[in-house]
């Protein structure tokens, strides 16, 4: 029995609603049963898909975007199981568990960690430029990858199954996200530039005193290493500028004065 | 004012849900969600500079496993609501006012992570509603309950917005008289930390190896670059 290309794309658009429900419990586990009904529903009975549908519903999470990889995956061994042509090698349970894990870590590392702050990066150039097509730039920047691997990676994942992994493996994400990554801090460090030197220029001061930013900057990176938050570095650094700007117009109200 | 208010909240909504529910097509990022609610109100430049100034702030807080981050999103459509209506009631415009709408509801973005958290705690009840539903054969009603988490995510959404548009109409009137003129001195150069602080953050928690090393690099090439061209 196979599953027919429009039953696949219906599971495809319904993937986009994967964390609809996402908890604290089973997580996205709900989600990846919802999606997949349409195609379990194909290959079971009335009799067996409640059964078989309570599997589905326990705990499952990976990255969004490699959800489909593992649903193509899945319908390809439940394809398996029902035809009873192939012996599968692993339970699907055990697949779902096995891979979910790594491919989370993966996507994690390579959307989350590196392509968003790449995109990003490269939108800011524009968005400081006063250019409006800035938030455009960003989101066709950074949805090429996503599109792609949600759409090719769930059409693998079904006609390979199981060896899905391999073709994981040979594209070499891990590898792939650590470059991403050193390429969002290569431009994240042209942007500070850029932006340190726009204001210095418009405020006519000594280009020179652009590189000084470079320490409190330095600073602040290996404060929040050591796991300060966010908000309490906003706080500090805005509250020293804005006692700083009070205190140097006070300077030039008594120099002219 | 209640037309921008509700066409806020429906821009609120609408991202919100692709924060986390539906999609991640990153609409819900601050340098995308803040101009488009900007854009409707009629003045995109101040979304575009709320969103230069909010986006890289909590980038670095991935949304690992069950980890939830700081509500962004909100935090950014809700400063530039504030910023054009408390903008045209006061008769007052300027990167102090956007300053002043920051400072505010940056801290009650925090709200925005209760919200969240609650709202996926909220969703742990349909998992029994789902499983009964299967247990009767009922796939239809599972399908719904799978749904109706998206209102759970809905309802988070709008609350920070609610809690961030409320505390900024309350606080901003009574604090931009006493605060427009000293804003003034040093406004530029906030608006300058804001996203170097969440580069630093950025590069202070990325997960690579000579991150500082990388980036100065870049940074003096960059900045010599522009000396001398």
Redesign the interface.
């Known amino acids: 029995m196979v599953i027919s290309w429009r039953t696949r794309l219906h599971i495809w658009f319904r993937l986009l609603l994967l964390q609809a429900s996402w908890n604290f419990e089973t997580l996205q586990g709900i989600g990846f049963f919802y999606a997949l009904l349409p195609g379990l529903k194909k290959l079971y009975g009335k009799e067996d898909l409640p059964e078989v549908s309570l599997k589905y519903i326990g705990y499952f999470n990976t990255h969004v975007y490699f959800a489909p990889l593992v649903a193509g995956a899945v319908l390809r061994l439940e394809e398996e199981r029902v035809s009873g042509t192939v012996v599968p090698e692993v339970e699907i349970d055990d697949f779902k568990e096995m891979v979910a894990a790594p491919y989370a870590a993966i996507g994690d590392a390579f959307f989350w960690g590196g392509l968003r702050p790449l995109a990003a990066g490269v939108a800011l150039f524009f968005a400081v430029k006063g250019i409006l097509w800035a938030p455009l730039i960003f989101i066709l920047l950074y949805n090429i990858v996503p599109t792609w691997i949600r759409t090719v990676f769930f059409s693998r994942g079904y006609y390979q199954g199981l060896k899905s992994v391999e073709f994981i493996q040979r594209h070499k994400l891990p590898d792939l996200a650590i470059h991403t990554k050193e390429a969002a801090v290569v431009v994240l460090g042209g942007l500070s530039a850029f932006m340190v030197f726009a204001q210095l220029t418009q405020h006519q001061l000594p280009s020179w005193l652009g590189l000084l930013t470079l320490i409190p900057m330095v600073m602040l990176g290996l404060v929040a290493r050591k796991g300060f938050s966010t908000l309490l570095l906003v706080i500090i650094t805005v509250s020293t500028i804005f006692l700083l700007g009070l205190f140097w117009a006070d300077v030039i109200q008594l120099i002219t004065f | 004012m209640t037309f921008s208010l509700t066409l806020g909240a429906l821009v609120s909504l609408i991202c919100g849900l692709d924060r ?8 819900s ?1 601050p ?2 969600a803040a ?2 609610t900007a854009l409707f109100l009629g003045e ?2 101040v979304g ?1 500079q709320i ?2 100034m909010v ?12 980890a939830v981050p ?1 509500d962004d999103t909100q935090v950014a459509i809700a400063s530039s609501v504030l910023a054009i209506v408390l903008g045209q009631i006061m008769d007052a415009s300027g990167t102090e006012l956007l300053l002043l709408c920051l ?1 505010v509801a ?2 009650l973005g ?1 709200f925005g992570q209760y919200f969240d958290r609650y709202a ?5 009840r ?2 029994k509603q ?2 009964a539903a ?2 009767r ?1 009922s ?1 239809l009603t ?2 719904g ?6 209102v759970s ?1 809905s309802l988070s959404s709008l609350g920070t917005y609610a809690v961030i548009i409320l505390g900024g109409w309350f606080i901003i009137p009574i604090l931009w008289p006493y605060v427009q003129q ?2 003034s ?2 406004s ?3 608006q ?17 190896s000579r ?2 090393t ?10 010599l670059l ?2 001398l061209v």
Do not use: D
């Open positions: 986390v529910a539906i999609l991640q097509m990153m609409i990022r340098i995308v101009p488009l995109p430049l575009l969103g230069v986006e890289l702030l909590w980038l670095a807080r991935l949304p690992v496993g069950a700081p400072f940056v801290p925090k996926r705690q909220y969703n742990v349909l998992v789902v499983s299967l247990s054969g796939f599972a399908e309950q799978h749904l109706r988490g998206l995510f000293p804003l001195y040093s530029s150069w906030m300058l930390a804001f996203p170097l602080v969440g580069i630093t953050v950025i590069l202070g928690t990325i997960n690579v991150a500082i990388l980036f100065c690099a870049a940074f003096c090439m960059s900045f522009m000396w």
